[in-house]
C-alpha cells in the first residue's frame, strides 16, 4: 500500500512515518500543509492520503479541504483525517461530502499500529473509519426522548460499531457471532430507530451519525 | 485700466466742479473743497479696488461726485444723502433694518432740499437723528458686527457733531462770519470720515469666502446660568438641580449648591416639580422678585435641564461603557486564572506523575531503553512547555508572593539586562495584575523590536498614584497608535482610571510610562432631570431644611408643561384701567393748564417759568411712566403708586387755584400730605409691587393711615381764612365741621414732625438696602431708589423748614431751593423707573425668547439644521473641533476625520478666540458674514450645548472602539496560548505516547514483563494527559470555532452538554471572529445556566439577517453574566431576557 502524509507537527508526522515504514507500508512523501500534499496526490496517486485537520497557512481546516478535493479530484485515494480533538462536525461533514474511502481518527491512537493499518486498509478497500471516541460522544449525547433507550446491549454496541465504519463481517468477527445475527441486530435497530435500511455500508454509517446527533 | 481711467475721471470732475463752483483767485475756498472730493473719490476708488467691499466704495465715490455737483444752493448739500447712506448701511450697502432704510430715506430726501429753504433748526434734528440711528445699531450690533456699527456711530457721530456745531455757531454768529471756518471744520470732518471708513474696511481677503472666523455672541459662555446671569443681571446668580444621590442641589459640573443664609442680601428660589424639588436658583434677593420673571426662568431651567439630562445620559452612557470594559477585563483575568488553576492541578499534575512513573521503568532491553529515554526527553520539554504556558494564563507569583516576586520571575526570562527598582509600598493589591502585565508586555516588547542590552522597570506609588516606568537603550521608535500591544496597555490603564504615556524617538530607546490612580474615579453625580427617574424623593424630605426661608425671599416655582404665558398676565390686569388712563391724562392735561395759566403767586410753579417748568416735569414724568407701568405691570408693578405720587404732586396746584372750585381746592388740600406716604410705599415695594417684610408693609399701612388721619382731621376742624400762616388757600375749606385753629395748628405741628422723621427714616432705610445688597441688586434698584430717599429727604427738609418757619413762601429762597430738590427729585424717580421698566421688559423678553428658543432647540443634533436654515445651504455640515484629541466630529460624536472641504466654504466659529466649530458650507449660496446676525444667544448656547455633546459623544465612541479592543484582544491572547499548547505540549506529549509504545513492543520483544507493564501504565498516563491537556486546550479556545466556524461549534458544544440541547437552525457561513466568539460564548454561558438551573432541555437558534446574528437561547429565566453581556455589547448588539427566552442580536457587518 502507498501512502502519503500531511502533518505540520515534525514529531507526530516522523513518528506515523517511521510506524508506517515498519509495519511494511510504502510512505510515499510527507509534506507540512495542505497544498503540497494536493499536489503529491496528483503526481504519485497513493492509496491513501493521511492529512492533519490544522495545518499552515491559516491553522483551521486545511486538512479537511484538502480532503474534500482529494476524493472528489481522485476517487481513487482514500483519505485518513487526523485531529487533535473530538469533534463530529469533522467526521459529518467528511462523510457528507464523499462517503466511502474515508476515515477520521484522532492523533493520538494512531500511534497504536494496529489500528493505525487496520484503518488505512479499510478505507483502502472502500469502507469508512470514524474514531470509537466520536462514536461514544454521539451515543452519549444527552436526550429528551432517547430512542436508544429502546435498543438492546448488544443491539447498541452493534449500532456503534456500525457508526465506526466496521462492515457487517467484521462487527461479526469483533463480537464473535455469525453474519447472520449482525444482520438481524442491524435490522431490529434500524427498524426500531425507524431508519430506512440502506445496503450500502458506507451510506449507513452517514445516516446513522446524523441520526445520532439529530435530536427531535 | 478701469481704474485708472476712473481715477483720472475724478481728477477731471474735481477740476470741472471747482471751475464752475468758485473763482480761482479764491484758494482759500475751493483748495479745501477740491481736497475733499478727491478723497471721497480716491477712497471710494480704492475701497471698490482692494477690500473686499464694494457697496462702500460705490457710496463713497458717489458721495464725492455729489460733493463736486454742489456748486449752487439747488445741490449744496447732495452729498448728504450718499454719506448718510454710507454711515448708516457701513459696511456695505444694504440696510440692517427698517429704522435704517428710514433713516437713509429721510437722509436722500433731506439732501435734495435746497440749502436756502433749510432751517438751523431742521439741521440739529436730523444730525441727532443720524447720531441716534447709529447708536441703536451699535448697541444692538453682535459679534462681529459690533466693530462696524462702532465705526458707522463713530463717523455718524461726527458728522453730526459738526453739523450741529455749525448750525449753532451760525445761529450764534450774526452774519457770515462764522460760515467759512465752519465750513473748513466741516471738510476736515468729512475727509475724516472718509479716510477713517476707509481704514476699517479691514484688509481684503483671498477671492472665495474660506475660513471665514465668525465670533459668537459675547456670553461668556453658553451654559444656562451664564445666560440666566445675563437676563436677570446677576452675575452671581446659581443654578443648581436636586441630586437624590447626594440629597442636595448641585451645579451641572456637580458642585454642591449652599443654600444662602438670611440676611446675606442673597435669595433662593426652589424650582419644583410635581411636588418633588427639582432645581434651585441662587441669586440677589432683590433680582427675582416679579412671578412672571420667576415663571419664565423656571421655565427656562426646565428646558436647559432636558439637555443637562441628555447630557448626563451621555456620561452614564460612558461610565457604563467604562464599567463594561473593567468587568471584561476583570473577567478576562479571572478566567485566566481559572485555566492556569485547571492546568496546574489536571496536566501539569499528571505530568509530574508521568515522570515518576517512567523515572521508575528499568530494564526491556536496549532498544526499550532509547525510546523510554526520548520519551522523557519529550516529557521534559512537555513539561517546561506547560511551565510556559501558566505563567502565561496567570503569572503564579503574581497569586502567591505579590508583585515583586512576580517581576523577579518575569525578568529571569527576558534575554537582555533588566533592572528592577520596585516599591510596593502603598500600592493596592488589585492594581498588581495591571502593574504586572504593563511590565510584562513592555519588556517582551523590548525583548521583540527593541534590540536593546538594557532595560529598566521602576515601580513607586506616590501620593495617591501609582508610577510605572519602562525604560530602554534599544532602537525606538514605537507607535502607540500602531502596535496592538501598546493600544491594549493603554485600554488596561485606562481602565483603572491612569494614563499611559510612550516617547520613543528612532535610535533613543523607548520609555513607557503609567500612572495609575490609587483610587478609582467614582462616576460623578447624578442629575434628575426628567419625571422618568423614579430616584427623587418626596420634597418634605429636604424641604424641612428650607421651609423657614433661610433665603429671605424663597420662592417656589411648580413647573408646568407650557411656558409661562399670556394667560398668566391677565391677572394683573386692572379693571378699567382704559378709565384711569383717561381720567388721569384728563387731569394731568388740566395740570399743565393750570400751571401755565395761573400767574397768582400762590403755587410754586407760578414763580417763575422754570419752577413750572421742573413741576410739571416732575409730575407728568411720573404719570407717564407710571401709566405704562399700570398697562405692562409685569415690567413695572409699582406703576400705580407712581401714577398717584404724580396726580398728588399736582394736588398744591389745584390749591392754589384762586379761581378754582371751593371743593376742589378742598379735597386737593385733602389729598396733597399723601406724598409722603406714597414715597415709602414706592420705596418699600420697588420692584416686587408690594413691600416684601410684613414690618415694611405695616410700615407702609401706618403712615398713609397716620396721613389721612392728619389730613382729614386737620379738614374738619383748620378754617383756612382764620389761619395766620395761610398762604396758597386761604378760602376754601368744604369739609370743615368747625374751627378748632389751636388743634389745627397742633395737628401741623405733629405732623410736620412725623414727616421728618418718615422721610429721614425712609431715607436711611433705603440707603441701608443698598448697601447691603449684592452688586446686582444694587445695580438694579438704585436708579429707582436713590431718587426716592433724595425725594424722601427733600420732604424731610420741606417740614423741617415748615416748622422752622411756618409762614410758606414760595419766592423765599430756603422754599424755593427745598421746592427745587423735591421737583428734581421726583423727575429723576421717574427716569429711574423708566429704566427700570426698559430693563425688566428686556429681561423678560430676553428670557422667554431664550425659553423658546430651548424649547425649539431641545432636540440636539439639530443645530446643523438651523444653521443650513440660516445660511440657505442645506448642505451645510458642521464639524465641531475636539482640541484634546485635535479632531473634527459631528453632533454625534462621530469622527469626521479630515473633513473634507473641496469646492466648499469653511467657517471658523470662534468664541473669543479659541475654535469651536467649523461651519463647512456651498460658498455659493450665501455670504456667511450675515451669519452672525443670523445666530442667535440660543443658537450660541446650543453650539456649545452640542459641542459639549458631541466631545462626550466622541468619548463614548472612544471607549466602545476600548472596549471592544479589549475583548479582541484577549481573545486573541487565548487563541494564541491554545496554539501554543496544539504545537507545543500536546505534540509532545504525542511524542511521548509514541516513544512509549515503542518501548513497550521493544520490551515485548525483549520479554521482559515488568518493564512492559510499566511502561504500559506509562502509555496509560500518558493518554490521560493528552484527554486533559486537550479539555484544556478546548477550555482556552475552542478550535473547532476558529477551524469550522459557528455552527460545528455549536454542534460540538451540544454533543457535550449535560442536558438535551436541541440545535436549531445555525448559519454554516463564516462570521467576523469576534462575532462568532460572542455568540459562541453566549451559548456556553446558556448551556451552563440552564443545567445549572435544573432544565430539562434547551433550544439554540441562531439566524442570520440583514446584517444581524439573531440568537435565541429558550427556555431560559436568567441572564448571564454581564461580561458575557458586555461582549455582545462590545460589539453594538444586545442582549434581552424576556418571554423565557434569552436573545441577542450582535451585528456581523
Known amino acids: 500500500m502507498r501512502v502519503i502524509l500531511a502533518e505540520d507537527s515534525m514529531l507526530t508526522r516522523e513518528g506515523i512515518a517511521r510506524l508506517l515504514r515498519d509495519a511494511g507500508i510504502e510512505v510515499v512523501a510527507e509534506f507540512a500543509d495542505g497544498d503540497a500534499l494536493l499536489k503529491e496526490v496528483a503526481l504519485t496517486r497513493p492509496d491513501v492520503a493521511i492529512t492533519d485537520i490544522r495545518m499552515p497557512p491559516t491553522h483551521t481546516d486545511e486538512g479537511l479541504v484538502a480532503a474534500g478535493r482529494i476524493r472528489q479530484e481522485h476517487p481513487d485515494t482514500g483519505v485518513l483525517v487526523l485531529s487533535q480533538y473530538i469533534e463530529p462536525s469533522y467526521a459529518l461533514r467528511l462523510l457528507a461530502e464523499r462517503p466511502e474511502k474515508v476515515g477520521y481518527l484522532l492523533k493520538e491512537r494512531v500511534f497504536d499500529v494496529a489500528i493505525l493499518v487496520d484503518a488505512l486498509r479499510r478505507i483502502d478497500d472502500g469502507e469508512t473509519v470514524i474514531d470509537p471516541t466520536i462514536v461514544s460522544r454521539l451515543l452519549g449525547r444527552q436526550r429528551r426522548h432517547d430512542p436508544l433507550a429502546g435498543l438492546t446491549d448488544r443491539e447498541r454496541e452493534v449500532l456503534g460499531l456500525l457508526a465506526e465504519g466496521l462492515s457487517n463481517r467484521a462487527i461479526a468477527t469483533r463480537l464473535s457471532v455469525t453474519d447472520r445475527t449482525v444482520e438481524a441486530h442491524i435490522t431490529a435497530v434500524f427498524a426500531k430507530l425507524g431508519l430506512a435500511e440502506d445496503p450500502a455500508a458506507h451510506r449507513r454509517v452517514l445516516a446513522v451519525l446524523t441520526y445520532l446527533r439529530d435530536d427531535r | 485700466m478701469v481704474l485708472l481711467v476712473a481715477a483720472v475721471a475724478a481728477v477731471g470732475v474735481g477740476v470741472l466742479g471747482e471751475a464752475v463752483a468758485f473763482d480761482w483767485d479764491e484758494p482759500r475756498l475751493w483748495v479745501p473743497d477740491l481736497v475733499v472730493g478727491w478723497t471721497l473719490l480716491g477712497t471710494g476708488l480704492a475701497a471698490w479696488a482692494y477690500r473686499r467691499d464694494r457697496g462702500t466704495g460705490v457710496l463713497l465715490g458717489v ?10 444752493p ?8 450718499p454719506l448718510v447712506h454710507l454711515i448708516v448701511a457701513f459696511a456695505g450697502w444694504r440696510a440692517r433694518s427698517r429704522l435704517d432704510l428710514a433713516a437713509i430715506a429721510v437722509g436722500y430726501a433731506a ?35 459690533v466693530r462696524d456699527r462702532l465705526s458707522a456711530v463713530q463717523a455718524g457721530s461726527a458728522l453730526g457733531g459738526v453739523l450741529i456745531m455749525g448750525a449753532v455757531a451760525r445761529m450764534v454768529v450774526p452774519g457770515a462770519d462764522a460760515v467759512v471756518p465752519a465750513l473748513l471744520v466741516y471738510e476736515v470732518v468729512l475727509c475724516g470720515i472718509a479716510v477713517g471708513l476707509f481704514v476699517r474696511l479691514g484688509t481684503p481677503a483671498p477671492a472665495v469666502v474660506t475660513d471665514l472666523v465668525v465670533e459668537l455672541a459675547e456670553s461668556r459662555s453658553g451654559t444656562l446660568r451664564d445666560r440666566l446671569a445675563v437676563v436677570v443681571a446677576d452675575p452671581t446668580l446659581q443654578v443648581g438641580y436636586w441630586s437624590a444621590g447626594a440629597n442636595a442641589y448641585v451645579t451641572d459640573d456637580g458642585t454642591m449648591v449652599e443654600l444662602p443664609t438670611a440676611g446675606s442680601g442673597v435669595a433662593a428660589t426652589f424650582v419644583a416639580r410635581d411636588g418633588s424639588p427639582f432645581a434651585v436658583l441662587i441669586h440677589d434677593e432683590l433680582v427675582l422678585r416679579d412671578p412672571l420673571l420667576v415663571d419664565a426662568v423656571a421655565s427656562a431651567t426646565r428646558l436647559a435641564a432636558c439637555h443637562v439630562a441628555l447630557q448626563a445620559e451621555v456620561r452614564g452612557q460612558l461610565d457604563e461603557l467604562s464599567a463594561s470594559r473593567g468587568r471584561l477585563l476583570v473577567a478576562a483575568d479571572d478566567e485566566r486564572r481559572r485555566l492556569e488553576d485547571t492546568l496546574r492541578h489536571g496536566p501539569q499534575r499528571s505530568l509530574a506523575e508521568l515522570t515518576a512513573t517512567l523515572a521508575g521503568a528499568r530494564g526491556g532491553g536496549p532498544q526499550s531503553a532509547d525510546h523510554l529515554h526520548r520519551a522523557q526527553e519529550h516529557l521534559e520539554q512537555a513539561g517546561a512547555d506547560l511551565g510556559d504556558l501558566a505563567l502565561g494564563l496567570h503569572p503564579r507569583a503574581l497569586a502567591e508572593g505579590g508583585l515583586c516576586p512576580a517581576l523577579d520571575v518575569l525578568v529571569h526570562g527576558i534575554p537582555c539586562r533588566v533592572l528592577l527598582d520596585v516599591d510596593v509600598q502603598g500600592i493596592p493589591v488589585d492594581l498588581e495584575p495591571t502593574i504586572y502585565y504593563l511590565c510584562a508586555e513592555a519588556l517582551a516588547n523590548v525583548t521583540k523590536h527593541a534590540e536593546a542590552t538594557e532595560a529598566r522597570v521602576e515601580v513607586s506609588c506616590r501620593d495617591d498614584a ?4 519602562v525604560t530602554d537603550d534599544g532602537s525606538g521608535g514605537a507607535d502607540p497608535a500602531g502596535g496592538s500591544g501598546l493600544q491594549g496597555l493603554a485600554d488596561r490603564v485606562q481602565a483603572v482610571g491612569g494614563t499611559l504615556a510612550v516617547s520613543s524617538p528612532v535610535g533613543h530607546g523607548t520609555r513607557l510610562s503609567a500612572t495609575l490612580p490609587v483610587q478609582h474615579p467614582v462616576p460623578g453625580v447624578d442629575i434628575p432631570t426628567d419625571a422618568r427617574q423614579p430616584t427623587v424623593p418626596p420634597h418634605h424630605e429636604a424641604a424641612p431644611e428650607f421651609a423657614g426661608g433661610r433665603g429671605g425671599a424663597a420662592a417656589e416655582v411648580t413647573l408646568e408643561p407650557a411656558l409661562h404665558a399670556p394667560a398668566r398676565a391677565a391677572r394683573y390686569r386692572l379693571p378699567g384701567r382704559r378709565l384711569v388712563l383717561v381720567v388721569v391724562t384728563g387731569y394731568a392735561v388740566a395740570s399743565v393748564g393750570l400751571v401755565v ?4 403767586p400762590t403755587t410754586y410753579p407760578a414763580v417763575s417759568s422754570a419752577a413750572a417748568g421742573v413741576f410739571l416735569a416732575g409730575g407728568l414724568a411720573l404719570i407717564a411712566i407710571g401709566m405704562i407701568g399700570v398697562w405692562d405691570r409685569a415690567s413695572l408693578a409699582v406703576g400705580p403708586v407712581a401714577v398717584a405720587l404724580g396726580v398728588v404732586w399736582f394736588a398744591p396746584a389745584w390749591v392754589g387755584w384762586p379761581a378754582g372750585p371751593a371743593t376742589l381746592r378742598s379735597v386737593a388740600m385733602v389729598v396733597a400730605p399723601f406724598l409722603l406716604g406714597l414715597l415709602v410705599h414706592l420705596g418699600l415695594a ?24 392728619y389730613s382729614l382731621t386737620r379738614a374738619a376742624v383748620r378754617d383756612p381764612f382764620r389761619d395766620v400762616h395761610c398762604w396758597s388757600n386761604c378760602a376754601d375749606n368744604v369739609f370743615l365741621v368747625s374751627t378748632l385753629p389751636g388743634l389745627a395748628r397742633a395737628l401741623d405741628t405733629a405732623w410736620l414732625g412725623m414727616s421728618v422723621a418718615v422721610g429721614l427714616v425712609l431715607a436711611v432705610k433705603l440707603v441701608r438696602r443698598l448697601r447691603v445688597a449684592t452688586r446686582a441688586g444694587r445695580g438694579l434698584t438704585w436708579p429707582v431708589l436713590v431718587p426716592v430717599a433724595v425725594a424722601a429727604l427733600g420732604e424731610a427738609t420741606y417740614a423741617a423748614a415748615l416748622l422752622r418757619d411756618p409762614a410758606e413762601d414760595p419766592s423765599q429762597q430756603q422754599f424755593a431751593a427745598v421746592f427745587l430738590v423735591r421737583a428734581l427729585a421726583l423727575a429723576a424717580l421717574a427716569g429711574g423707573l423708566a429704566w427700570a421698566w426698559r430693563r425688566q421688559r428686556w429681561a423678560r423678553r430676553a428670557l422667554s425668547a431664550l425659553a423658546a428658543d430651548l424649547g425649539d432647540a431641545a432636540r440636539p443634533g439639530t443645530l446643523s439644521g438651523t444653521l443650513a436654515r440660516a445660511l440657505g445651504d442645506p448642505g451645510a455640515q458642521v464639524g465641531y473641533w475636539l482640541p484634546a484629541p485635535g479632531r473634527y466630529v459631528d453632533p454625534d460624536g462621530r469622527d469626521l476625520g479630515a473633513l473634507d472641504t473641496t469646492g466648499m466654504a469653511r467657517t471658523r466659529i470662534e468664541r473669543h478666540g479659541v475654535l469651536v466649530a467649523v461651519l463647512v458650507h456651498d460658498p455659493g449660496v450665501t455670504d456667511p458674514r450675515d451669519l452672525p446676525a443670523k445666530i442667535g444667544p440660543a443658537t450660541a448656547l446650543e453650539i456649545d450645548n452640542e459641542r459639549l455633546r458631541a466631545g462626550v459623544l466622541a468619548q463614548v465612541e472612544d471607549l466602545r472602539a476600548s472596549r471592544a479592543r479589549v475583548v479582541q484582544a484577549s481573545d486573541a491572547a487565548r487563541q494564541q496560548l491554545e496554539r501554543n499548547l496544539h504545537d507545543g505540549a500536546q505534540q509532545r506529549l504525542l511524542a511521548v505516547t509514541y516513544e512509549l509504545r515503542l518501548a513497550r513492543a521493544a520490551a515485548h520483544v525483549a520479554g521482559d514483563p515488568d518493564a512492559e507493564r510499566v511502561l504500559a501504565t506509562a502509555t496509560d498516563q500518558a493518554h490521560a494527559v493528552v484527554a486533559q491537556l486537550r479539555d484544556l486546550a478546548h477550555g482556552i479556545y475552542p478550535a473547532i470555532l476558529t477551524e469550522a466556524g459557528l455552527s460545528p461549534a455549536v454542534w460540538s458544544l451540544a454533543d457535550e452538554a449535560a442536558l438535551p440541547v436541541e440545535v436549531g437552525r445555525v448559519p454554516e457561513a463564516r462570521f467576523p471572529t469576534p462575532v462568532e466568539r460572542a455568540v459562541y460564548v453566549l451559548v456556553v454561558h446558556g448551556i451552563d445556566l440552564a443545567a445549572r ?4 432541555h434547551m433550544r439554540v437558534d441562531v439566524v442570520h439577517a440583514d446584517g444581524v446574528l439573531t440568537v435565541t437561547i429558550a427556555p431560559m429565566d436568567r441572564a448571564p453574566e454581564v461580561h458575557v453581556v458586555d461582549r455582545v455589547g462590545a460589539l453594538g448588539g444586545q442582549v434581552t431576557l424576556a418571554g423565557g427566552m434569552l436573545s441577542a442580536e450582535v451585528p456581523c457587518g
Open chain 2, 63 to 72: 458721495t464725492g461726485l455729489a460733493w463736486f455737483l454742489g456748486f449752487s
Open chain 2, 686 to 709: 420697588f420692584p416686587a409691587g408690594r413691600p416684601r417684610a410684613s414690618r415694611d408693609r405695616v410700615a407702609v399701612v401706618v403712615v398713609y393711615l397716620a396721613t389721612g388721619g
Open chain 2, 466 to 469: 501609582v508610577l510605572v516606568q
Open chain 2, 74 to 81: 439747488a445741490t449744496l448739500y447732495l452729498h448728504r444723502g
Open chain 2, 597 to 600: 395759566g395761573i400767574s397768582t
Open chain 2, 111 to 145: 439732501a435734495v432740499v435746497p440749502g436756502a429753504r433749510r432751517s438751523e433748526w431742521a439741521t440739529i434734528v436730523l444730525a441727532v437723528g443720524l447720531i441716534a440711528v447709529a447708536g441703536r445699531g451699535y448697541v444692538q450690533a453682535r459679534g462681529r458686527a
Open chain 2, 1093 to 1096: 438551573s435544573g432544565a430539562d
